[in-house]
């Protein structure tokens, strides 16, 4: 049994930075798929970036401004968000699993969720 805590969501103004957290529980967080995902409100759940087998994937909407890096030996996977825009306003979700993808229905493990707000 995998917990996922998130921490680090809230308001920001467009152009600007957050730095989320996932911390996990459990002995074999490094041989987990982790990825976080997100879901506006009237939105699906979104794919937003995943580390698994070494190397990152990130979804089309964030490349280039969101950096995924996990730290095996603390547990914790993190989520670097640069460049914020208002369409990135959503509740974030930390996500982790055997199978890596950017697939929400591959993943088993899930926390309840940071929330962040881009104001415009």
């Known amino acids: 049994q995998v917990q996922l805590v998130e921490s680090g969501g809230g308001l920001v103004q467009a152009g600007g930075s957050l730095t989320l957290a996932c911390v996990a529980s459990?002995?074999?967080?490094?041989?987990?798929?982790m990825g976080w995902f997100r879901q506006a409100p009237g939105e699906e759940r979104e794919f937003v970036a995943a580390?698994?087998?070494?190397?990152?994937y990130y979804g089309d909407s964030v490349k280039g401004r969101f950096t995924i890096f996990r730290d095996n030996a603390k547990m914790r996977v993190n989520l670097q968000m640069n460049s914020l825009k208002p369409e990135d306003t959503a509740v974030y979700y930390c996500?982790?699993?055997?199978?890596?993808?950017?697939?929400?229905?591959?993943?088993?493990?899930w926390g309840r969720g940071t929330e962040v707000t881009v104001s415009s």
């Open positions: 996500a982790g699993g055997w199978v890596g993808s950017n697939r929400s229905q591959d993943y088993r493990y």
């Open positions: 459990g002995r074999t967080f490094s041989r987990y798929a």
């Open positions: 580390n698994y087998d070494g190397v990152t």
